[in-house]
């Protein structure tokens, strides 16, 4: 599925896998090896809540980024490949979407920008 984020007058294209069931969340982009750098996965919610995630057997650096119910990103945290530390939203969110670790630095993205899907 197409992706968007609106990143201060630039605009980036990305081709995401939709995680729409309680399992597909739970497994999300484990045992991977790779990931390009315009792909990644989005994780909706069916409701608004606070959200946590953790990389255990996740072998790759991946942005998290939070995403509030008006598309508005609330917070990025860096994943740090078999963390078994907790990477939590900073409030209730929407939806959570994993790029590649250091994409957002790259391109500019930060809290406050838009993401449609």
Known sequence: MPLTISAGGATHQFTVE???T???QAYGLMN???LAPNRGMIFPFAQVRQASFWMKDTLIPLDIIFIRADGIIANIENA???SLEPVTSMGPVAAVLEI???RSAELGIKPGHKVTW
């Open 22 to 24: 309680e399992e597909e």
């Open 18 to 20: 939709v995680a729409r």
């Open 100 to 102: 590649p670790g250091g």
């Open 32 to 34: 991977r090896n790779e």
């Open 80 to 82: 740090v490949p078999l």
